[in-house]
Nanobody
């Protein structure tokens, strides 16, 4: 019924930029908060950025000033603009969204398939 499709991952040199996109599709009532998490090999999945339905963002400290999260509500899409990339940003990035599927029900938590971001040393 609902799927999150990610795109934009790849390999970039340190200091470069990359823009991730994640679009929600299917049948649902509304898309509420959307965000990004990442997981490096051998490490726990960590929060990166989130943006609420009104466009208010928050970030993990390590990406503040470098990453910008935004959304296009008409397209049900969230973006992550990543600038000044560092090797420690290398990870699989996962899109996350809280989505209300039914007319008056609660929120469901959905995840994208993940997209690899690699920043070599």
């Amino acid at each position: 019924q609902v799927q999150l499709v990610e795109s934009g991952g790849g390999l970039v040199q340190a200091g470069g930029s990359l823009r991730l996109s994640c679009a929600a599709s299917g049948s649902f009532r509304s898309v509420n908060a959307m965000g990004w998490y990442r997981q490096a090999p051998g490490k726990q999945r960590e929060f990166v950025a989130q943006i609420n339905s009104g466009g208010i963002p928050n970030y993990v400290d390590s990406v503040k000033g470098r990453f910008t999260i935004s959304r296009d509500n008409a397209k049900n899409t969230v973006y992550l603009q990543m600038n000044s990339l560092k090797p420690e940003d290398t990870a699989v990035y996962y899109c996350n969204a809280l989505i209300r599927v039914s007319y008056s029900g609660g929120h469901n938590d959905y995840w994208g398939q993940g997209t690899q971001v690699t920043v070599p040393s």
